[in-house]
């Protein structure tokens, strides 16, 4: 008697983690991490090859006949149309999965994984943000994440850019001093402001990832009250708010558990605890929330319960 192995794969951008429960309640009987597997960034035959040696990997596990038993579900940031799930499953087929398989954003499993099911809500500001939700009639509904250039409040990219701007207005003597400048020279290693230039305007994409990466810089200065770092933060936090206004509405609700995910609000305690503030006030019957479990075991419970066993 094989089981139904609940199969959960989080595809994120260094790296993908891979997990297999033995139902909703059953052991963890293997959890470990591969390369990456967004396509964006290495292609489709690039998945093709981390699916396959994820599949072989798991064949040595489970037994190829534990792998049909089973039920597969991915996450990922490359899976954001119909046509990017299209290409997933196709390749997932190719590298040997014949189980029952589907695939989501990376946003949803996380959003499963922060609280235990799907229900409630999740905001992520990491590199870029979003918010999304499950509103009373079961369906999801989101706001933001719509990229650097169109919105993305409390991203470390929004941080990022804002913090450079502030740095340069306070070079040309267009506001007041700022630590900002002195940091984020240091920071980037630059020899003078006019290198911050070459940076943000190179040729071909944007460097979102680049410039989100002094976040943290900038939340430094915010601890210790620098007057430019608290404006940027401040506001911010109430373009996040206005994010968390919005969905709330979409979901026909006022209360409800909001999951926290991405780097910022999971490793700045004193981000967290603004955000914290200022929805209290603004929406008290919202509860922020760390996650109760990481996106990978939400793409567990998203298998458990299509194999039955949740």
Avoid at 228 to 238: H, M, P, R, S
Wanted: charged residues 20%; hydrophobic residues 40%; aromatic residues 8%.
């Amino acid at each position: 008697m094989y089981k139904n192995y609940a199969i959960g794969i989080d595809g994120g951008a260094t790296k993908t983690r891979v997990a297999v429960k033995e139902g909703m309640d059953g052991e963890v009987i293997f959890d470990e991490s591969f390369p990456s597997s967004n396509y964006n960034n290495i292609g489709v035959q690039g998945i093709g090859q981390v699916f396959r040696s994820i599949y072989e990997t798991l064949a040595q596990r489970l037994g190829a006949k534990g792998l049909e038993e089973a039920v597969l579900v991915m996450g990922s940031a490359g899976i954001d149309r119909p046509q990017d799930a299209s290409v997933y499953l196709t390749e997932l087929m190719k590298s040997g999965f014949r189980c029952p398989t589907e695939v989501y954003n990376d946003a949803y499993i996380a959003l499963i994984g922060g609280n235990g099911g799907k229900h409630d809500a999740l905001l992520i500001a990491g590199t870029g943000s979003i918010c999304l939700g499950i509103s009373r009639k079961g369906t999801e509904v989101r706001t933001g994440g719509w990229g650097a250039l169109m919105g993305d409040e409390g991203s470390g990219y929004r941080i990022g850019i804002r913090s450079i701007s502030a740095a340069m207005r306070a070079y040309d003597g267009i506001d007041g001093n700022t630590a900002l400048l002195k940091e984020l020279l240091d920071f980037y290693k630059l020899d003078s402001p006019e290198a911050f230039v070459d940076l943000v305007y190179p040729s071909g994409v944007i460097p979102v990832r680049e410039i989100a990466s002094c976040a943290p810089v900038v939340l430094t200065q915010y601890e210790e009250g620098d007057s430019a770092a608290v404006e940027i933060i401040k506001e911010e936090v109430n373009g996040m708010c206005k994010m968390i206004l919005a969905l709330g509405k979409k979901m026909d609700t006022e209360e409800f558990r909001l999951s926290t995910g991405g780097s910022l609000l999971l490793k700045s305690e004193s981000y967290f605890a603004l955000l914290k503030k200022k929805l209290a006030e603004a929406m008290p019957l919202v509860s922020l929330c760390k996650p109760l479990y990481e996106p990978v075991q939400g793409a567990c419970i998203l298998a458990a319960q299509r194999a039955g066993t949740g």
